[in-house]
């Protein structure tokens, strides 16, 4: 049986009562301790009950291995982040396509993007909601040949989210689940269980899966320590994953190069009625942060996948290519920093909906971005229609400069008078070519239509991440590319309702209490619904504008053959589908 259903619609979710209820029961009586610096095993406790478990793949005859071309893939990219191989100390965006090609997950994805077994064999979650228990696959190996055991994957679980981790882990999300959590342990000769003080909604679906979007669910072989600056960097020179190629070379900013993993776990010796072993010997990963070079090196026969514009599809099909389209891969999320501060023009909900309405956001589809083939307005801040809670009352609102400069004024900013300058943060992202062009017409349009002195300037995605929870840049305005997702609770939880996460968008403890109520919804009908609700009235409080969503166009090659992308990947997913000429 498939655990939690990824990528339904709210109208689709009355079913997934029935499948929490059939998950895995674990009842872990004893009280939480602290959990020293070195991963440790518990015994398993006496009184563990079970209800139907999560079912593991049944065994087929083992088909015939799928032919391996010799030859190899090479994708472009425009920027890889940090380039750090541990996802505990990645910050920022750019690193999920090196990320999970590096690494094995303990749960992994359908094409659908539904949770299916992975590392873990099966799991379950007690019935109140705060134990998830998972039972570690046999047979899995790293690529340095080593096998995968449980106390690598307690280690790699406590690293992250052990109720000490977050005085050591950079990471946001792995911060806030790192608060809640009560205890990990080895309660079984192959069983890890993860309780925590309180349901989180999102704990397996968007952290330990394939599925999500943030890769903590990668699991390392264990290493002396929990943390450890020194086995940090150590690693990130060696990184040993179980992922689907291993690194064998990285010359940093501008190329990682890797082999096929010949004995990736997820292949029908060790259950699995697929093999997802790639069908090439070796792939080259290289950073040319310049669309127009990327499409040019195709046309060259230098490049077989790059993100690229719509704008480049003639180049493209010139030189015997195409584009190929990854549906809700990634959006533009446009975030208001310190507008809890009085002092501050943003902190009157009057001017938050005036910049809103003072956006042509269908101009920026049809002039910019080249239409609906390529850009959606739709949706509000992360959530597009493949989230739960999704409804079409949260889509963007209409270009309406009258509107907004009614608004403005009745703020006591009547054609900008006395509003000081407004700053616009925003980078050269990978995911979307065009976001420094998109957020300048943003700009140009408050000039014309609010009156507004407005100044764009173009920074580091990283170093903008901590420059606003520094506080850098309250009141100011972070126009940035963002991950698409099928549930946005413990995203919008972060930044409503966590008193530790910075920047923490809003101190109304109604809407602390709004999000609250919605993070703790076990039930997934009702949780859809709760956050259908919640987003309508965070829309309104315009906190985050709603721009669209980008589905992420990439040049093929003609040596390709087929490929067929996940939705809601920003990233060069499921290359296990990619064939060679």
Known sequence: MRALILGLKSSQLLGLGTVLLLLLAVACGAAATATPPAATAAPAPANVTRTAPTAMPQATPVPVAPAVHPGKLTIMVGYLGNERFDRSFVDGTGAEIYGRLVHGFLISTSEKREMVPGIASKWGLSPDGLTWTFTIRKGVKFHDGSGLTPEDVLWSLQQKFDPEAYKYIPYPTAQTISRRMDKIALTGQDEISATTKQFIADFAIYNLSEAGLTWLGHINPKRPK???????????????GAGIVKLVKHVPASAMH???????????????????????????????????????????GEVDLAPVSLATRKQVEAGGGRLVFSPEGTLIDVRLFGCSEPKYPCHDKRVRQALDYAIDKELLRDKLFGGLEVFQVKGWSIVTPSTIGYTPEIDPWPFNPAKARQLLADAGYPGGQGFGKLFVNTTSAATIPLQVESATLAAESWKKELGLDVEVKVGDGAALTRAGRAGELDGQIYWADQQTRTDATGYIFNRYADPEFLPRVSKDPELDRLVKEAFLIIDPAKRAEASKKLFLRLKDESYYLGIGYYNVPWAVGPRVLTWQPYPLALYASALDTLTLK
Do not use: C, H, I
């Open 226 to 240: 929990l943390w450890d600056k020194d086995q940090e960097a150590a690693y990130d020179k060696n990184p040993v």
């Open 258 to 300: 890797f082999e096929r993993f010949d004995e990736f776990y997820y292949q029908p010796k060790n259950g699995f009625s697929q093999d997802r072993r790639v069908k090439f010997r070796s792939l080259d990963l290289l950073v040319v942060p310049e669309e127009a070079t990327r499409v040019a090196a195709m046309r060259a």
